[in-house]
């Protein structure tokens, strides 16, 4: 997700490999089991980086030093930032660093809630595939004993 405005750009991504979705169908067959599919592919979706640089003429790209930079590895809770001088207090960029601040939070609140209904779409796809595999029990209100009833 890439945010714009003039020369400031604010990029959101997420690091996962490329073939995270074949991954997952190929877990998913194996195991048949849609929870250990989604915990595969979880394992490469967890770190989320927010990039806000300042984009001079004829930059294409973020280097250290004009930009904003926030790593955030969502299962372990670790955050790692790094502030480029062009953002340093006195500097002409320094008021952008509430804005990656926010950009930061909003970022982190949505990945979160993603991945709260992702696993919770994840249990319940177990849960109705686990049903599926049951036995079905035929008359659950049919008392069954071994005894010959008795009668006095």
């Known amino acids: 997700m890439t945010y714009t405005n003039s020369s400031v750009t604010t990029t959101t991504t997420k690091t996962a490999s490329v073939s995270a979705s074949v991954r997952f169908q190929t877990k998913l067959k ?34 250290s ?5 926030t790593t955030i590895n969502l299962i372990d809770g670790d955050i790692e930032n790094e502030l480029g001088a062009d953002f340093l207090q006195g500097s002409p960029y320094a008021e952008l660093r509430g804005f990656h601040e926010t950009q930061v939070e909003k970022g982190a609140e949505t990945i979160a809630n993603n991945l709260k209904t992702l696993v ?21 209100n049919v008392f069954s004993s071994d005894r010959v009833p008795s009668y006095v």
Request: glycine share 6%; aromatic share 4%; hydrophobic share 35%.
């Open 30 to 63: 194996e195991s048949k089991n849609f929870g250990d599919a989604l915990v595969e592919v979880f394992s490469d979706l967890v770190q989320l980086e927010i990039v806000t640089w300042v984009a001079h003429e004829g930059d294409t790209t973020h280097k």
């Open 120 to 140: 919770n779409i994840g249990q319940k796809v177990t849960e109705m595939l686990q049903d599926e595999n049951e036995p079905k029990v035929k008359d659950a």
């Open 65 to 69: 030093g004009n930009r904003l930079k």
